[in-house]
T-cell receptor, first 117, second 116 residues
Framework: AQKVTQAQTEISVVEKEDVTLDCVYE???????LFWYKQPPSGELVFLIR??????QNEISGRYSWNFQKSTSSFNFTITASQVVDSAVYFC??????????????FGTGTRLTVIP | GAVVSQHPSRVICKSGTSVKIECRSL??????MFWYRQFPKQSLMLMAT?????????EQGVEKDKFLINHASLTLSTLTVTSAHPEDSSFYIC????????????FGQGTRLTVV
């Protein structure tokens, strides 16, 4: 069975601080995809990153960086120099690749990030 | 990137009425569409998976007669909440994927349904 755990329910940081959002996943598949989405108050899901299970290379995109560690089944997300606009709920998600192609996304419970000016 | 348009973004309806939500893939053909529901301050939970031209597959606990899903074309899937009740009030969001790149999921903007 697949499972995504985001242990941090809510995090508050002061603007310009760095913050790391944790994500731990469980899956029996060897081929899978991991995602991070941002959900601002308006509700839409903003895609941030997709990583496949064979690519453990960490990625940096501007102030965002991701640390994928298969050994610990973790896919953590770090925001450096946080800004007020980063305030949102962030979801980590897992997609397994079945015989017919990718399946649906299994979402973690989300982490609500509040950046205080 | 691919665009998925969901309509309406907000709807308020009376208890007992039915509401239809549309999910369109604007610049690609979606072989598979997923419907999720999100209650306030909770995560997104998959309701059903629909493949074009076939019956939707519902997750356990989701009433298929209450949440009717139609995926009649490769660009449109609809979710109809029949005989809506206040407990159906939620945020509904669709996503679409396309073969062979169906490892990517493109999400609509979501529909906030309020049943009064």
């Amino acid at each position: 069975a697949q499972k995504v755990t985001q242990a941090q329910t809510e995090i508050s940081v002061v603007e310009k601080e760095d913050v790391t959002l944790d994500c731990v996943y469980e899956t029996r598949d060897t081929t899978y995809y991991l995602f991070w989405y941002k959900q601002p108050p308006s509700g839409e899901l903003v895609f941030l990153i997709r990583r496949n299970s064979f690519d453990e290379q960490n990625e940096i995109s501007g102030r965002y960086s991701w640390n994928f560690q298969k050994s610990t089944s973790s896919f953590n997300f770090t925001i450096t120099a946080s800004q007020v606009v980063d305030s949102a709920v962030y979801f980590c998600a897992l997609s397994e690749v079945g015989d017919a192609g990718a399946n649906n996304l299994f979402f973690g419970t989300g982490t609500r990030l509040t950046v205080i000016p | 990137g691919a665009v998925v348009s969901q309509h309406p973004s907000r709807v308020i309806c009376k208890s007992g009425t039915s509401v239809k939500i549309e999910c369109r893939s604007l610049d690609f053909q979606a072989t598979t569409m997923f419907w999720y529901r999100q209650f306030p301050k909770q995560s997104l939970m998959l309701m059903a998976t629909s493949n074009e031209g076939s019956k939707a597959t519902y997750e356990q606990g989701v009433e298929k007669d209450k949440f009717l899903i139609n995926h009649a074309s490769l660009t449109l899937s609809t979710l109809t909440v029949t005989s809506a009740h206040p407990e159906d009030s939620s945020f509904y969001i669709c996503s679409a994927s396309v073969w062979p790149r169906n490892t990517e999921a493109f999400f609509g903007q979501g529909t906030r349904l309020t049943v009064v």
